[in-house]
């Protein structure tokens, strides 16, 4: 139910990454972001008694903490700051509660009685602090603070027997010197049985990917009938957890800024450590990685090509299980059976697992079901759209990815029609209006679209760029200005640089029918030089 507020007051501001203190009947939300990337987010309250919202300066944070002391101030730690929104902060910044609460609140009055009063004299409003953030962050050592350390706690457990009635067993006053036996007292007392906390084994299947293939500052080139390191029965478990997390994500993300994208990565394991090692990897702060700040978007085409595109996808697939709503992996042109089988990657499952690819419980096939599955492309911030190849007659609104019901395999005997798919995954642009059939690509229902078409398009969804990565620009990156079209690369060597053609069900059906023609010409002509 929506909370009530007067017409003619303060309108609050819409945001996220924030946080939100009650100061006795009045709601504090403080900090924050909106989708307007550098907007000032104001300190908003509102009264629940009243109905009313009233607005202040900005603190200028996001992703932060903050508390309030019995002394009626606010303090704010950590998180981002929206001048510097790429480096974490550990200043501290405190404002007084008058600044913001009116002094006959009567609900504050009674929660901190006196309070008010007596520190209007001392603080100053958020609005000082956010004029410049220099003279806003005072560190906590600035402050001489007074502690005094009781020489009680207070022991409870977390849980009660069903049989036991009795809640005042649950809390006990005790000593601190009698604290380590409280423990034993309270367990025999009420009979509760200890239960050991297993891992969860999700957590341990992709650790043990993400630590033995997670090495930046560490790979190393592996020979091309190098052993994989792991087994069968594990990749397979990794591909079916990846899987699940993939069912519970739509076909269109929707992502907020900042964000790295990552172009074509064909199996070329190496290229995308070397990237990871350069710009920072999808790990935690804590081991030098960047992904408490950036969302991660990879523009599909994982494997085929390179020698080591099981190492490629199995990391993938653990950073998305570990990270769902951070790391997207987008479907490319390669993420399908038919493609995959015949530029490399069903070869590479043969070679290093020996195994039959056609068997539905192989390594590839489960690998292919999770890529049927994936998303086909993200939204940045409801202005960029990421997709592997670009557009067509068939995919003229962005909202139709939405109406898709996956698994989605290119086949034209499937029961959905792969018209829209062929535009989303196969499609060129070109110099020419309109469109066209591809040459590149020579497949039935894959075409090349114009620079009108493309501005038709970004009218039409309210969008502003469109990045792709289904062509090699030669030197990783081509930004095209009218309309605005972004084409990315990230492996810099491709072993096989020849255009990929689709060889789906409809094409191979088209070559038999010409087989069969040819083979009644040739009929035909024997029985003329017969007759003749």
Same mark, same amino acid.
């Given at each position: 139910v929506r909370a009530p507020y007067k017409a003619d007051t303060v309108i609050p501001t819409g945001r996220y990454q924030h946080k939100v203190l009650f100061v006795g009947s009045l709601l504090v939300a403080i900090g924050g972001r909106s989708n307007q990337v550098a907007e000032e987010i104001p300190v908003d309250v509102y009264d629940t008694e009243t109905s009313e919202w009233t607005s202040n300066a900005s603190v200028k944070r996001f992703r932060h903490d903050c508390w309030l002391s019995e002394d009626m101030h606010i303090y704010i730690c950590g998180g981002f700051s929206q001048d510097n929104p790429n480096l974490s902060t550990n200043a501290v910044v405190r404002f007084g509660v008058e600044g913001i609460v009116k002094a006959d609140n009567s609900s504050v009055s009674k929660l901190f009685p006196g309070t008010l009063k007596a520190t209007a004299k001392k603080s100053s409003p958020p609005g000082k602090y956010a004029k410049g953030e220099a003279s806003a962050m005072k560190t906590m050592q600035e402050e001489e603070k007074t502690f005094k350390l009781s020489n009680h706690a207070q022991v409870a457990i977390s849980s009660m027997p069903e049989?036991?009635?009795?809640?005042?067993?649950?809390?006990?006053?005790?000593?601190?010197?009698?604290?380590?036996?409280?423990?034993?007292?309270?367990?025999?007392?009420?009979?509760?049985?200890?239960s050991s906390h297993l891992p969860d084994p999700k957590d341990a299947l992709?650790?043990?990917?993400?630590?033995?293939?997670?090495?930046?500052?560490?790979?190393?080139?592996?020979?091309?009938?190098?052993?994989?390191?792991?087994k069968k029965e594990q990749v397979i478990s990794l591909a079916k957890e990846c899987l699940n997390v993939m069912k519970k994500q739509p076909p269109l993300i929707q992502v907020r800024l900042p964000v790295k994208i990552f172009g074509n990565i064909y199996g070329n394991f190496t290229d995308l450590m070397r990237f990871f090692e350069i710009w920072k990897a999808p790990t935690s702060d804590s081991s030098g990685g960047d992904i408490e700040s950036f969302a991660y978007i990879f523009l599909g085409n994982f494997v085929d090509r390179g020698t080591r595109s099981l190492e490629t996808v199995c990391l993938l697939f653990a950073l998305k299980i570990k990270y769902p709503d951070?790391?997207?992996?987008?479907?490319?042109?390669?993420?399908?059976?038919?493609?995959?089988?015949?530029?490399?990657?069903?070869?590479?499952?043969?070679?290093?697992?020996?195994?039959?690819?056609?068997?539905?419980?192989?390594?590839?096939?489960?690998?292919n079901?999770?890529?049927?599955?994936?998303?086909?492309?993200?939204?940045?911030?409801?202005?960029?759209?990421?997709?592997?190849?670009?557009?067509?007659?068939?995919?003229?609104?962005?909202?139709?990815?939405?109406?898709?019901?996956?698994p989605l395999e290119l086949d034209r005997d499937s029961p959905h029609d792969p018209s829209l798919l062929f535009d989303v995954l196969w499609s060129d642009p070109m110099p020419d209006k309109g469109y066209k059939f591809n040459p590149l690509r020579n497949s039935e229902g894959v075409v090349c679209y114009g620079s009108d078409k493309v501005a038709q398009f970004l009218a039409a969804n309210k969008l502003e760029m469109i990045v792709r990565s289904h062509e090699i620009p030669l030197e990783g990156i081509k930004v095209s200005d009218n309309p605005c079209t972004c084409l990315l690369y990230t492996s810099p060597?491709?072993?096989?640089?020849?255009?990929?053609?689709?060889?789906?069900?409809?094409? *191979? %059906? +088209? /070559? !038999? #029918? =010409? $087989? &069969? @023609?040819?083979?009644?010409? *040739? %009929? +035909? /002509? !024997? #029985? =003329? $030089? &017969? @007759?003749?």
């Open positions: 049989d036991s009635g009795d809640f005042a067993n649950l809390v006990r006053h005790v000593s601190i010197d009698r604290l380590q036996d409280e423990a034993k007292k309270i367990v025999g007392k009420l009979k509760i049985p200890i992709y650790s043990m990917f993400l630590n033995y293939l997670m090495r930046p500052q560490n790979y190393s080139a592996t020979l091309i009938g190098a052993t994989f390191p792991f951070q790391v997207h992996l987008v479907r490319g042109s390669h993420e399908d059976r038919t493609v995959n089988a015949q530029y490399g990657f069903g070869e590479e499952c043969k070679r290093r697992f020996h195994e039959d690819i056609s068997d539905p419980n192989s390594i590839f096939n489960n690998i079901n999770v890529f049927a599955w994936m998303p086909l492309a993200v939204m940045v911030e409801q202005k960029i759209l990421c997709v592997h190849a670009g557009i067509g007659p068939n995919f003229t609104r962005v909202d139709s990815l939405l109406k898709l019901k996956r060597s491709p072993r096989d640089l020849s255009t990929s053609r689709m060889p789906s069900s409809a094409c *191979k %059906k +088209k /070559k !038999k #029918k =010409k $087989k &069969k @023609k040819k083979k009644k010409k *040739k %009929k +035909k /002509k !024997k #029985k =003329k $030089k &017969k @007759k003749k």
